[in-house]
């Protein structure tokens, strides 16, 4: 069945360091993916997406390409802020319209 | 603000008891989904609604049911509540489905079973 996994966290860095955070996903043809953020106390937010094949999804600084050859989609962004602090899910559209996410990576930018 | 809206923010309740969760969808958008996230299970999918109709269902618990009215509002209603319904429960709506879904989410109802 369809899957995704996540790198576990929390991730902490210095503020203006590299982030990157591993997402792979198990399924069968080749799925819309996405990055959801969900910031302290709040719900989900969707942060970026992509529909196909080496298809690359950016909002606010975040990237990230789809990968069919590794079933990746890998979250980047050059120079992190605390303000981007947060809980990170990627997740994948499944049969039937559902969002299949991965258990989520906490990170933390400290000053 | 996504333009999804829950209520309440927070409900604490007892084991036994049942419970009533409401979602209004964003203008336009037909269809509605339920997730709840737990520390266990992580964020799982629970039911698909379109327009009035049940469209799919995840691993939702038979105590669990949900419906969508015709002003497109849904709600969950949860029932004989354990210790381990104890979760955030989040209402998503979008206007299509298909692979360009893009599901917009409230900010989610906090219960807590006693």
């Known amino acids: 069945g369809n899957s995704v996994t996540q790198m576990e966290g929390p991730v902490t860095l210095s503020e203006e360091a590299f982030l990157t955070i591993n997402c792979t996903y198990t399924?069968?043809?080749?799925?819309?993916l996405f990055w959801y953020v969900q910031y302290p106390g709040e719900g989900l937010q969707l942060l970026l997406k992509?529909?196909?094949?080496?298809d690359k999804g950016s909002n606010k600084g975040f990237e990230a390409t789809y990968r069919k050859e590794t079933t990746s989609f890998h979250l980047e962004k050059g120079s992190v802020q605390v303000s981007d602090s947060a809980v990170y899910f990627c997740?994948?559209?499944?049969?039937?319209?559902?969002?299949?996410f991965g258990a989520g990576t906490r990170l933390a930018v400290h000053p | 603000d996504s333009g999804v809206t829950q209520t309440p923010k927070h409900l604490i309740t007892a084991t036994g008891q049942r419970v009533t969760l409401r979602c209004s969808p964003r203008?336009?958008?037909?269809?509605v989904y339920w997730y709840q996230q737990s520390l266990d299970q992580g964020l799982q999918f629970l039911i698909h609604?379109?327009?009035?109709?049940?469209?799919a269902k995840g691993n939702i618990l038979e105590r669990f049911s949900a419906q969508q009215f015709p002003d497109l509002h849904s709600e969950l209603n949860l029932s004989s509540l354990e210790l381990g319904d104890s979760a955030l429960y989040f209402c998503a709506s979008s206007v299509v489905t298909g692979q360009y879904n893009e599901q917009f989410f409230g900010p989610g109802t906090r219960l807590t079973v006693l």
């Open positions: 997740a994948l559209l499944g049969g039937y319209n559902k969002l299949i």
């Open positions: 399924a069968t043809g080749y799925p819309s």
């Open positions: 609604y379109y327009n009035g109709e049940e469209r």
């Open positions: 203008s336009g958008d037909l269809s």
């Open positions: 992509a529909t196909k094949a080496d």
